[in-house]
Antibody
Framework: QIQLVQSGAEVKKPGASVKVSCKTY????????ITWVRQAPGQGPEWMGW????????NYARRVQGRVTMTTDTSTSTAYMELRNLKSDDTAVYYC??????????????WGQGTPVAVSS | DIQMTQSPPSLSASLGDRVTITCRAS??????VNWYQQKPGKAPNVLIS???NLLSGVPSRFSGTGSGTDFTLTINSLQPEDFATYYC?????????FGQGTKLEIK
């Protein structure tokens, strides 16, 4: 069955970088985009950006542009999200999600389990 | 950027009640709205796409309406498993923003 399995929790100091992985199973990796969403404690989800595993095209949210890089490894069907120069307000649970885009609809149909990232000195 | 404003932020209801959650977009977005349910410690789960399309496996007591800027999610005959937080999300244009959520609690 379709699964997205993320790497484990991280604790980082301000200014450091974090790289979260999202290994996918059960579908053709290059046929669906991967979106990254984060959710700070007690807040709604925040869209961070998207990558096409087919051609590597990306689209990043302005709020993290310049600090984030999304990549994929098609040989292992894995997506990665690296966030640099971490600040305390980057503390959140980070999710990867598969994009469904068809029939005039676009939504995130399968999600990883989430990776908590805590940024603290 | 499109802002999504949900109301109410929280809602108390009893088993068997009917509840409605609203979401307003800061500009017209046709029917490019999805609704998600999230339970504590879990990822969001999509219930409705394109404002009113009930996804496979989602109980028929859930329904969505709206177009333009105003959207609603209705849950008929609340069941114990429905107590969760609900989010709207616009899929019109990036950044694909979410509302701040409505927490549905048992009265």
């Amino acid at each position: 069955q379709i699964q997205l399995v993320q790497s484990g929790a991280e604790v980082k100091k301000p200014g450091a970088s974090v790289k979260v992985s999202c290994k996918t199973y059960g579908y053709t990796f290059t046929r669906y985009g991967i979106t990254w969403v984060r959710q700070a404690p007690g807040q709604g989800p925040e869209w961070m950006g998207w990558i096409s595993p087919y051609n590597g095209n990306t689209n990043y949210a302005r709020r993290v542009q310049g600090r984030v890089t999304m990549t994929t490894d098609t040989s292992t069907s894995t997506a990665y999200m690296e966030l640099r120069n971490l600040k305390s307000d980057d503390t959140a649970v980070y999710y990867c999600a598969r994009d469904y885009n068809g029939s005039g609809q676009y939504y995130f149909d399968y999600w990883g389990q989430g990776t908590p990232v805590a940024v603290s000195s | 950027d499109i802002q999504m404003t949900q109301s109410p932020p929280s809602l108390s209801a009893s088993l068997g009640d009917r509840v409605t959650i609203t979401c307003r977009a800061s500009q017209s977005i046709s029917t490019y709205v999805n609704w998600y349910q999230q339970k504590p410690g879990k990822a969001p789960n999509v219930l409705i796409s394109a404002a009113s399309n009930l996804l496979s496996g989602v109980p028929s007591r859930f329904s969505g309406t709206g177009s333009g800027t105003d959207f609603t999610l209705t849950i008929n005959s609340l069941q114990p498993e429905d107590f969760a937080t609900y989010y709207c999300q616009q899929s019109h244009s990036p950044p694909y923003s979410f509302g701040q959520g409505t927490k549905l609690e048992i009265k």
